[in-house]
């Protein structure tokens, strides 16, 4: 049984930004992984200026070698209507899951992690802070971070119960090569209604365009249809000849509590993607540094069981902007309110921008959301 200061679980966004400022702040860090990278993970590969913030204060090395296409604007769509495009926006950027993440465990390995692949974490003992994975014996650490996903085992091995599914969205994916799509977009384009308590997304790449739909399991009987709908009208009445990917998402049911101890969780595992936008990247990265920083100053101060508190006052600012998304997204999905959202959207532009300005972490929501009440007051009730 090897023993390691740290063991991280799962090789994202979130574990390998962990990883890496463990291993450049000295620490020795195992990391495992139940794929083979690079691996294919469905997500739309959306990375807004909030995630290009957080790269940029962790990794030296730039993301350009991972990032496949960049835009200034966006369009958005109530159903297959355009009803707003903006431009000179903050900039968007658009990744393969694949290339981003192996960038950043690249990253990783080369502070000092080691990686192991083909290793899936089986349990997670608690009281010993001992994980079995397959493929080897069982390891021990000071700490544990779990990166692995909506269906942790971390988080079992804590005693910590699943991820609400009445809060759970499903996604369905798929990437079209240009040359057998009908046109060729060059803005990510949101389309609302077409999905409850959800959205459709087209997303522009360099050989592909990544084409989406996700919304609450309990709210959405026929995904797969609308999914059908939506790809045939998107392309010329054809439906493309290429694999669908499907997955379940955390969609504002984050955990009050990511861990006990020792035991920390980040990233989706810890149910972190924001309610509004599902923007997810950019907060599995400060999740996974916040997770870090807390480890370092438990085991500065010799208090590896203080771990989760340390963690818990970096991690409150992200789960207090998930509180105002929560509340924000009853007007943007609700199915009352969300004619009225799509009505302000289409008159306004600066919606748009603001919406945007919002994506890149410029403006909070409580901001947002005043501005949004300013606007539906001026149109509606002066």
């Not at 340390?310 to 105002?324: G, K, P």
Request: aromatic residues 10%; hydrophobic residues 45%; proline residues 5%.
């Amino acid at each position: 049984m090897g023993k390691r200061d740290v063991i991280v679980i799962g090789g994202g966004p979130s574990g390998a930004t962990a990883a890496f400022v463990l291993a450049k702040a000295g620490m020795s860090v195992l990391l495992l992984d139940a794929a083979v990278f690079p691996r294919d993970k469905l997500c739309g590969g959306l990375l807004s200026r909030r995630a290009e913030k957080t790269y940029k204060a962790v990794f030296e090395k730039p993301w350009d070698p991972a990032i496949e296409f960049a835009s200034h604007g966006a369009v958005f769509f109530d159903g297959h209507s355009k009803i707003q495009s903006v431009e000179h926006v903050w900039p968007t950027y658009f990744t393969s899951r694949t290339k981003f993440d192996a960038h950043l465990l690249a990253q990783a390995a080369a502070a000092g992690v080691v990686v192991q692949e083909q290793r899936r974490a089986l349990h997670v003992y608690a009281p010993d802070s001992r994980v079995q994975a397959a493929g080897g014996p069982d390891i021990q650490a000071d700490f544990i971070i779990g990166c692995e996903g909506v269906n942790s085992p971390t988080a079992r091995g804590v005693g910590l119960p699943p991820l609400s599914r009445r809060r759970l969205a499903a996604g369905l994916e798929v990437h079209i090569p240009r040359d057998l799509f009908s046109r060729q977009p060059d803005k990510p384009e949101i389309y609302f209604r077409l999905a409850e308590w959800g959205y459709a997304w087209l997303f522009p790449k360099r050989d592909c365009v990544t084409v989406g739909m996700a919304g609450l399991v309990q709210k959405n009987r026929n995904l797969k249809g609308n999914f059908t709908r939506f790809l045939s009208g998107l392309n010329g009445g054809r439906l493309p000849e290429v694999r669908w990917k499907g997955h379940p998402i955390p969609f504002g049911n984050y955990r009050a509590r990511p861990g006990k101890a020792n035991i920390l969780l980040a990233g989706d595992a810890a149910g972190l993607v924001e309610p509004v936008t599902g923007e997810g990247i950019a907060f599995a990265m400060e999740s996974g540094r916040y997770a870090a920083q807390a480890i370092l100053a438990a085991a500065a101060a010799g208090r590896p069981d203080s771990a989760l508190s340390r963690y818990l006052e970096s991690y409150s600012r992200i789960t207090a902007l998930f509180r105002q998304a929560r509340i924000m997204r009853h007007l943007v999905f609700q199915r009352l309110t969300q004619p009225i959202f799509l009505r302000v959207l289409a008159r306004s532009q600066t919606v748009a921008t603001r919406y945007l300005d919002l994506l890149a972490a410029e403006i909070g929501y409580g901001e947002y959301a005043r501005f949004l009440a300013k606007v539906l007051i001026r149109r509606f009730l002066v």
